[in-house]
């Protein structure tokens, strides 16, 4: 079974930094693209950023410049690097992931995606 299981979440205060890890895991799974998404209470859904199999990235307008979407050379891990935090960054944050079958341009759409971890929370403090 494809499994993603996000870590890395916490508190963190306006203008520090965290670094979010989702596992990426299941026999001959390979998606093509892995993104991330947050959402927080009021808000819509967001995408933040995506990576592709051949590592490469995308950025929402909203955070580019500050944050940096990465993986593993074996692609079992992505991560999700913020810096210089600010209050709207908290959110539930999510990685998900396709099906591996289409390599074409990384989507922003959440219905685009096949496989989601479980969240794992951030709280920025003032």
């Known amino acids: 079974q494809v499994k993603l299981v996000e870590s890395g979440g916490g508190s963190v205060q306006t203008g520090g930094s965290l670094r979010l890890s989702c596992s990426v895991s299941?026999?001959?799974?390979?998606?093509?693209?892995v993104g991330w998404f947050r959402q927080s209470p009021g808000k819509e859904w967001e995408g933040v950023a995506t990576i592709n199999r051949e590592a490469g990235t995308d950025y929402a307008a909203s955070v580019q410049g500050r944050i940096t979407i990465s993986q593993a050379n074996a692609r079992n891990t992505v991560y999700l690097e913020i810096n210089n935090v600010k209050p709207e960054d908290s959110a539930m944050y999510y990685c998900?992931?396709?099906?591996?079958?289409?390599?074409?341009?990384?989507?922003?759409?959440?219905?685009?995606?096949?496989?989601w971890g479980q969240g794992t929370q951030v709280t920025v403090t003032s």
């Open positions: 998900a992931a396709d099906n591996g079958i289409f390599p074409q341009l990384c989507s922003w759409l959440p219905a685009d995606y096949d496989y």
């Open positions: 299941g026999d001959t799974y390979n998606p093509y693209c």
